[in-house]
């Protein structure tokens, strides 16, 4: 994916996501790379302190109104 935090494959392509579960079964280190990846993506977007900014800005942007 283009932030590299998984992998992507069509809607019913069996066969791509047999070869994409077979290929992160035998390279850990590229697992621990897009878990990683996922993580700093997750702590950049989602934590409490993002999380606390947006309310704020919709509240702020809500009394301005």
Do not use: W
Not at 4 to 13: K, N, Y
Not at 18 to 46: D, G, T
């Amino acid at each position: 994916t283009e932030n590299e935090i998984g992998v992507c494959v069509g809607i019913g392509d069996i066969d791509s996501l047999s070869a994409e579960i077979k290929r992160l079964y035998k390279s850990p280190e590229e697992i621990n790379r897009l878990a990683n990846n996922a993580n700093e993506y997750c702590k950049k977007h989602f934590s409490s302190d993002v999380n606390t900014r947006k309310y704020m800005d919709i509240f702020q942007k809500g009394e301005n109104q």
